[in-house]
């Protein structure tokens, strides 16, 4: 165990010049787990943040990851800021927040949605969306890395995932104000955005729900409210319109930020990484899916998510009162030395096949893990083939955040495509 005097990692401040890896690294080699004290941040909606015991190594945070009995993701929500105590029994309907039995019930009907045949039908229209980014910027030679290459796909293929790419639009704008990628720095004024966009987006779930049961049309969203999803038990039930509603929340909170998350992230690292960006450039096909994983690894797009104690327990030694706050940090188990080889060096030729734990691990690994992969997979190649020299030209805005390695702004420059 460690005591830091260092401002706590639950500050969005300490994230302000991206992530801190090199004291992240030095709390993991001093010992399994670190206290962050909590804190009081008055620019969120409840300004008391309890303090928590961080978790650093691999192999400890994948045990916490696997014991949701005695690990639980419904007690306070994985978030690592408390939602007000009225609202923690509202969040247990997103699967995410949610614990077994009602975890596993659940997670069975929205797992039905991510089959690998219904991810791989998706492609050609993923490229097509990729081919429409890049085409609008290509003849330029400079856009926002995030505004105008990162954001524009995620949410447009989760709507074309559910069968509703008429509310793609709608989708995208909502999901912009709830990132907080919109053009104000102030974080007073991008929560309040965020909290508007949530209920939005909430809302739009419901409406949704209501216009598609009993009306079965074909659609995966249809056959997710009416309870007739291909891989489901005859007796599951569809989803409720308030299911369906922190459904498309969740969507646009683990399906939108993280893909528009990694799809920056690697412009930034590629760029830094010349050798590395010159290798996957000569063979686009051998190299990419391997390019993929060592960004999620490198730069996890989830910093840390939260768990708490449903009993006495120890990690490592430690002990930890039932009720307490443990924080799995992805960041730095993903750079653990005792699971990968020289950790801080990108090597897209990596071959430790480790389980992605960025994706998470155990009963909430990521259901979106292989349309993530397909969509990474696509807009990189677009950007490769296209504009291989595209690097940050300004300044990049990080977002504030222990939760995810979010960028606000980065400008971009590249050799126009002629
Ligand atoms: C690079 C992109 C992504 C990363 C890094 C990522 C990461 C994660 C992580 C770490 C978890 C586990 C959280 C926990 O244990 O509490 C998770 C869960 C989840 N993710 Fe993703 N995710 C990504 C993309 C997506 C996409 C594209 C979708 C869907 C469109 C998606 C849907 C989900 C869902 C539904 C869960 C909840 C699973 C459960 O609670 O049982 N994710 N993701």
């Known amino acids: 165990m460690t005591e830091t005097s260092e401002p706590t990692l639950l ?26 004290p909590g804190t009081v941040d008055p620019s969120m909606s409840q300004p008391e943040v309890f303090g928590a015991w961080f978790v650093h190594r691999y192999e400890e945070v994948k045990s916490v990851l696997r014991d949701p009995a005695t690990f639980s993701s419904q007690r306070g929500t994985v978030m690592l800021v408390d939602p007000a105590p009225d609202r923690v029994e509202a969040m247990s309907n997103m699967l995410l927040n949610m614990d077994p039995p009602k975890h596993s019930r659940y ?15 998706l492609r050609p229209r993923v490229e097509a969306l990729a081919k429409q980014v890049i085409d609008r910027i290509a003849p330029i030679g400079t856009a926002d890395g995030i505004h105008d290459i990162a954001a524009p796909m995620p949410m447009r293929v989760i709507a074309e995932l559910l069968g509703i790419p008429e509310r793609g639009e709608q989708l995208f704008e909502i999901s912009n104000r709830m990132t907080g990628a919109v053009d ?13 966009a949530a209920l939005d987006i909430h809302v739009l779930g419901q409406e949704t729900a209501r216009e598609k049961r009993g009306r079965p049309d074909g659609t995966v969203l249809s056959a997710y409210v009416n309870g ?17 509603g922190w459904f498309l929340m969740l969507m646009a909170v683990g399906g939108n930020e993280t893909v528009r998350t990694a799809t920056a992230q690697a412009i930034r690292i590629f760029s830094q990484w010349p050798g590395q960006r ?19 690894r490198y730069r996890a797009p989830i910093r840390s998510i939260r768990r ?26 993903l750079r653990d030395p005792r699971a990968f080889d020289d950790p801080d060096t990108f090597d897209i030729t ?3 096949p480790r389980t992605q734990l960025a994706f998470g691990f155990g009963e909430h690994y990521c259901l979106g893990a292989n349309l993530a992969r397909l969509q990474l997979q696509v807009i990189l190649r677009e950007i490769y083939s296209r504009i291989p ?8 805005v990080h977002q504030p955040s222990p939760l995810i390695s979010g960028l606000l702004s980065m400008p971009v420059a590249f050799t126009p495509e002629t």
């Open 228 to 244: 007739t999803l291909e891989g489901v038990d005859a007796d599951q039930q569809g989803a409720t319109d308030e299911e369906t």
């Open 350 to 352: 990596r071959e430790q």
């Open 11 to 36: 500050d969005g401040d300490s994230y302000i010049d991206g992530c801190p890896h090199a004291r992240l690294a030095a709390l993991r080699e001093a010992g399994t787990t670190s206290w962050q």
């Open 308 to 333: 708490t104690t449903n009993a006495d327990v120890e990690i490592d030694g430690q002990p930890m009162g039932e009720g307490t706050k443990v924080v799995c940090n992805f960041t730095a188990a």
């Open 278 to 296: 010159d290798l996957l450039v000569s063979d686009l096909d051998r190299y990419m899916p391997g390019a993929v994983e060592e960004i999620l």
């Open 107 to 121: 997670r069975r009907l929205v797992a039905a949605i991510f089959t690998p045949r219904r991810v791989e039908e």
């Open 389 to 396: 020299d595209i690097h940050p030209s300004g300044e990049v």
């Open 184 to 196: 104000d720095r102030d974080p007073e004024t991008r929560l309040r955005l965020a909290l508007e």
